[in-house]
């Protein structure tokens, strides 16, 4: 199973002001979108049976989903993790 990890990026504007943006981080794939990150991730050789779960810190953002349920778009079957549920 594979962990992509939701890393905040600083991008500086000017010498003063900068901005974040999250990029998507995974077995040395980098990507700026979830689609970059899931692309690289096959083309660097992982098979599309491969699991996959998505991370910020220590919070859970997506349960375990294979490669091939992202390539088809956002795997949204499934309950939202506790965490992430508003009330």
């Not at 999250?22 to 991730?41: N, S």
Request: hydrophobic share 30%; charged share 30%; aromatic share 10%.
């Amino acid at each position: 199973m594979l962990k992509i990890e939701l890393v905040p990026t600083k991008r500086w504007r000017n010498s003063k002001e900068y901005y974040t943006y999250t990029t998507y981080v995974c077995e040395g794939v980098e990507g700026v979108t979830m689609q970059g990150c899931i692309d690289g991730l096959l083309e660097s050789g992982h098979k599309e049976d491969t699991f996959v779960e998505v991370w910020r810190g220590d919070t859970l953002v997506f349960h375990a989903a294979p490669l091939k349920s992202w390539v088809k778009g956002l795997p949204t079957k499934g309950e939202q993790p506790e965490q992430l549920r508003r009330e």
